[in-house]
């Protein structure tokens, strides 16, 4: 865990990795990251079509508790290719690019999410 304590007027806070599932020290915190960031998407999309979780549990093959519990952050058990399966089938178009991580990076690889 990387974040910096410091103190302001008597107001302890920490600064954040930019992670909070790393913050928290979660081992899996970039994987989370990346699923909560899908998720986020997911619901965005539905959100602006106007659909009602009836309606985004018929075309994702799901029920609507479980689109419920989705879009409320449990998504423990759901995979990314899971979860970009959900993508596409709100007509999203996926792109997955691969590269080397950045030379100045000791760790290995990182996973991330962007959206275009």
Do not use: C, W
Not at 21 to 34: R, S, T, V
Not at 69 to 80: M, T
Not at 87 to 102: F, H, Q, Y
Request: charged share 25%; no cysteine; proline share 2%.
């Amino acid at each position: 865990m990387n974040m910096t304590r410091k103190a302001t007027q008597d107001i302890d806070y920490e600064v954040s990795t930019g992670n909070v599932y790393a913050d928290l020290g979660f081992a899996d915190a970039a994987e989370m990251l990346a699923k909560a960031r899908i998720v986020a998407q997911i619901g965005r999309i539905i959100q602006a079509r106007k659909m009602t979780q009836v309606q985004a549990a018929e075309l994702l093959g799901i029920d609507q508790p479980k689109v419920s519990s989705l879009l409320r952050g449990h998504f423990k058990g759901y995979s990314q290719e899971r979860l970009i399966g959900f993508l596409t089938k709100l007509g999203m178009d996926v792109e997955i690019v691969v590269r080397p991580k950045a030379r100045k990076r000791q760790t290995g690889g990182t996973v991330s999410v962007v959206f275009a």
